[in-house]
């Protein structure tokens, strides 16, 4: 499988040769940052390592978790050659549900799935259909096809879907949509299966290249953040930085942060969270501090809040030390107002599980990149107790992807 586009601004994928390189460097940093990995407030079990065919492997989106504890996902490879769904026990039992073919019921899953009241689940394939990905919906042990993409109406999509108490879907398409740059769209598909493109990016002040998954508030507007575009020639290339942008019912665009490339932020590859007062939440996968270099970017990231006013506060600048680095996956929020996220890179080189309290950054967790896993580009569920779920798409043993519990 090529790099995907969810890794296509980064430049530089973790390859399973990237993670498992063993520099002098490399293993002192990682001797250096054992003893933090495992702090006494924080302890990570993991669930499950993936073994590839057939198990599975490399899971990159966002976990479910039912009432029972049971965790759900997606794995993009392996298992079958096109990816799978998986569900993983509270006692780490893996089940496949369901083996992708590649064909027109969709090929490499990506994103994360989300389930409705009556347990059937939705997501997304980037390839398959016609081969632009499709919208699948998974119900009693079968998969059915909602949507297939064919490149004016959206293209390979690449994040989770929202759903409304209707019933309808939105998204985001990472490429495709009506303008000449096949910039991405954001759509919506009724509970008929129609879809109906919101918006296409043009590439320009807009934004494009949407990775993120899209936030829905009681009103019917969608927020989101496009990886490129904005402001041209940002920092070192012509792509621009990236925005932060909603858009109405009616299915008008309207930029409410366009990134500089500096001190607050680039290139935003996850969505967004919303607290009581509508502030927005997020991070950027580059720029912060310039001065440090990380998957060949200029700066490794930051973690920002955007108020209604669309005024930007920069909560944490990543440094490519403990505290990790190039953050591509959605942020949590709980109820006393503390964020939890992960980092693709840093700690040891293999990422971080990190919180962001009262305005101050914590690593939970510094990976090792061995059999407790690496590279987490999917995000976290948080249970009543605190305890927070999450996957990595490499380590383990033997070093394609885990599913990790982190207890407080």
Same mark, same amino acid.
């Given at each position: 499988?090529?790099?995907?586009?969810?890794?296509?601004?980064?430049?530089?994928?973790?390859?399973?040769?990237?993670?498992?390189?063993?520099?002098?460097?490399?293993?002192?940093?990682?001797?250096?940052?054992?003893?933090?990995?495992?702090?006494?407030?924080?302890?990570?079990?993991?669930?499950?390592?993936?073994?590839?065919?057939?198990?599975?492997?490399?899971?990159?989106?966002?976990?479910? #978790?039912?009432?029972?504890?049971?965790? +759900?996902?997606?794995?993009?490879?392996?298992?079958?050659?096109?990816?799978?769904?998986?569900?993983?026990?509270?006692?780490?039992?893996?089940?496949?549900?369901?083996?992708?073919?590649?064909?027109?019921?969709?090929?490499?899953?990506?994103?994360?799935?989300?389930?409705?009241?009556?347990?059937?689940? +939705? &997501?997304?394939?980037?390839?398959?259909?016609?081969?632009?990905?499709?919208?699948?919906?998974?119900?009693?042990?079968?998969?059915?096809?909602?949507?297939?993409?064919? $490149?004016?109406?959206?293209?390979?999509?690449?994040?989770?879907?929202?759903?409304?108490?209707?019933?309808?879907?939105?998204?985001?398409?990472?490429?495709?949509?009506? /303008?000449?740059?096949?910039?991405?769209?954001?759509?919506?598909?009724?509970?008929?299966?129609?879809?109906?493109?919101?918006?296409?990016?043009?590439?320009?002040?807009?934004?494009?290249?949407?990775?993120?998954?899209?936030?829905?508030? $009681?009103? =019917?507007?969608?927020?989101?953040?496009?990886?490129?575009?904005?402001?041209?020639?940002?920092?070192?290339?012509?792509?621009?930085?990236?925005?932060?942008?909603?858009?109405?019912?009616?299915?008008?665009?309207?930029?409410? +942060?366009?990134?500089?490339?500096?001190?607050? =932020?680039?290139?935003?590859? /996850?969505?967004?969270? #919303?607290?009581?007062?509508?502030?927005?939440? =997020?991070?950027?996968?580059?720029?912060?501090?310039?001065?440090?270099?990380?998957?060949?970017?200029?700066?490794?990231?930051?973690?920002?809040?955007?108020?209604?006013?669309?005024?930007?506060?920069?909560?944490?600048?990543?440094?490519?030390?403990?505290?990790?680095?190039?953050?591509?996956?959605?942020?949590?929020?709980?109820?006393?107002?503390?964020?939890?996220?992960?980092?693709?890179?840093?700690?040891?080189?293999?990422?971080?599980?990190?919180?962001?309290?009262?305005?101050?950054?914590?690593?939970? +967790?510094?990976?090792?990149?061995?059999?407790?896993?690496?590279?987490?580009?999917?995000?976290?569920?948080?249970?009543?107790?605190?305890?927070?779920?999450?996957?990595?798409?490499?380590?383990?043993?033997?070093?394609? &992807?885990?599913?990790?519990?982190?207890?407080?």
């Amino acid at each position: 499988m090529t790099n995907t586009p969810k890794d296509k601004p980064l430049s530089s994928t973790i390859t399973d040769g990237a993670v498992r390189v063993a520099s002098t460097l490399m293993v002192l940093l990682s001797c250096l940052t054992l003893g933090a990995q495992l702090s006494p407030a924080e302890t990570l079990s993991v669930l499950h390592a993936f073994t590839g065919a057939p198990d599975g492997c490399k899971p990159e989106g966002d976990l479910y #978790r039912d009432g029972a504890g049971n965790l +759900y996902g997606t794995a993009a490879n392996c298992g079958a050659a096109y990816g799978i769904l998986f569900k993983v026990s509270t006692t780490g039992k893996e089940t496949i549900l369901y083996k992708f073919t590649g064909g027109s019921d969709g090929g490499y899953p990506e994103a994360g799935l989300i389930r409705d009241t009556s347990g059937n689940f +939705y &997501g997304t394939t980037y390839q398959g259909g016609t081969g632009d990905g499709v919208v699948f919906k998974f119900a009693a042990g079968k998969e059915s096809v909602i949507h297939t993409f064919s $490149g004016t109406d959206g293209s390979h999509p690449v994040a989770a879907l929202v759903r409304d108490k209707a019933g309808n879907l939105y998204g985001t398409t990472f490429y495709g949509g009506t /303008a000449a740059c096949s910039c991405g769209t954001v759509f919506k598909i009724d509970t008929t299966g129609a879809e109906t493109v919101l918006y296409s990016f043009t590439g320009g002040a807009d934004g494009k290249f949407p990775a993120g998954r899209l936030l829905l508030d $009681g009103a =019917g507007n969608l927020y989101g953040t496009a990886s490129e575009g904005g402001v041209v020639n940002c920092d070192n290339g012509i792509h621009g930085c990236g925005v932060v942008f909603k858009i109405t019912p009616t299915g008008q665009e309207i930029v409410l +942060y366009t990134f500089t490339g500096g001190t607050d =932020g680039g290139e935003p590859m /996850a969505g967004l969270v #919303r607290d009581s007062s509508g502030n927005l939440y =997020g991070t950027t996968f580059a720029a912060g501090d310039l001065s440090r270099t990380c998957a060949l970017n200029a700066g490794c990231g930051v973690v920002f809040k955007l108020s209604k006013t669309g005024q930007e506060t920069v909560l944490h600048i990543f440094a490519n030390s403990t505290d990790g680095a190039n953050p591509v996956a959605d942020l949590i929020l709980d109820s006393s107002g503390n964020l939890y996220g992960t980092a693709k890179l840093g700690g040891a080189g293999y990422g971080v599980v990190f919180e962001i309290s009262g305005g101050v950054e914590n690593s939970l +967790y510094v990976f090792a990149g061995t059999n407790d896993g690496a590279g987490p580009l999917a995000g976290l569920v948080r249970d009543s107790s605190g305890n927070l779920y999450g996957a990595t798409s490499f380590g383990g043993s033997p070093e394609e &992807g885990v599913v990790f519990k982190l207890a407080p």
